[in-house]
C-alpha cells in the first residue's frame, strides 16, 4: 500500500479507504500507520465505513476510527435517523474536526430497491438530502453510476443555502463515466473517487512496475477529470 500511496498522492486531493478491507484484515496499528503514512503527504483521508447502529456503538467506531487511527471524515447511512443516531456521531466529528459524509444514493444495480421509494411524497433519497442539508453535514455521498440522480441532487444543492462536498464514486470498473459528470455537478464542491481502476491497474499492463501503474492511472483519470470540467 506503501507504493499505492506515494505514487498517487501527487495527483489526488484525498483518499478514501473502504474500512472493511482494512479492518477486519490487519490490526489497528497498521492502519494507523497507514493513515500516517498519507497525511505525511499533505492529503486527508475518509474512512468509507458507512455508519448505520444506535449513537451509544457509532460512539464506540467513531473513537476508534477517527480519534484513534487518525482519519479525517466518515461516512454514514442516514437511514438511522437524527436523535439517538447521528446526533452523537455529529457531536463526536466536530469534537475531533472530522467530516461527516452522508450516503444518499449508492451506485449497486439493486440501490434503486429501497433509494427511490417515495415517502411523504418524495423519494428516500431526497429525504435523506434534506437531513444533509438541513442539519449542515459535510458532505453527501452518491454513486457515480447514477448521473441522472446526481444531476438532481446537484441542483437541489445549488437551489440551496448549503455547499456540502460531493463524494461520487465507483468511476471506472464500477460503470461510472467522467463523461457524463452533470455540469450541475461541476458547480459545487466535487470530489471524484477512483479506486480499483487504478489500484489493479497494474493487472492490464505487466510492462511496468506496479508503482509506475498506479502513477499512470492516477494522473490519466486526473486529466480526465480535468478535461470534462474544462467542458462545463
Not at 35 to 42: C, N, Q, Y
Not at 153 to 161: A, M, P
Amino acid at each position: 500500500m506503501d507504493q499505492a500511496i506515494d505514487s498517487a498522492a501527487p495527483f489526488v486531493t484525498a483518499f478514501k479507504l473502504n474500512t472493511q478491507h482494512f479492518i477486519y484484515r490487519f490490526p489497528t496499528h497498521k492502519i494507523e500507520e497507514l493513515v500516517r503514512k498519507i497525511h505525511s503527504h499533505g492529503v486527508p483521508v475518509i474512512a468509507d465505513h458507512k455508519l448505520a447502529d444506535i449513537g451509544s456503538s457509532n460512539s464506540v467506531a467513531i473513537y476508534r476510527i477517527i480519534e484513534r487511527m487518525g482519519f479525517d471524515g466518515i461516512t454514514i447511512h442516514p437511514i438511522i435517523g437524527w436523535e439517538g443516531g447521528i446526533d452523537v456521531i455529529s457531536e463526536q466529528a466536530k469534537r475531533s474536526k472530522a467530516g461527516l459524509f452522508s450516503v444518499i444514493y449508492m451506485s449497486h444495480p439493486g440501490a434503486k430497491d429501497f433509494y427511490d421509494l417515495e415517502i411523504r411524497g418524495k423519494p428516500l433519497y431526497n429525504l435523506f438530502l434534506d437531513q444533509a442539508l438541513e442539519r449542515n453535514l459535510s458532505g453527501i455521498v452518491i454513486g457515480a453510476t447514477r448521473p441522472e440522480k446526481l444531476d438532481e441532487i446537484s441542483r437541489k444543492i445549488l437551489e440551496s443555502k448549503s455547499r456540502p462536498i460531493i463524494l461520487t464514486v465507483g468511476y471506472g470498473k464500477q460503470g461510472g463515466d467522467f463523461n457524463a459528470i452533470p455540469s450541475s455537478a461541476l458547480q459545487l464542491n466535487f470530489l471524484a473517487f477512483i479506486g480499483r481502476s487504478v489500484l489493479y491497474s497494474y493487472l492490464d499492463d505487466k510492462k511496468v512496475s506496479f508503482s509506475e501503474c498506479i502513477k499512470n492511472r492516477t494522473e490519466e483519470y486526473k486529466d480526465l477529470l480535468n478535461t470534462r470540467i474544462a467542458r462545463k
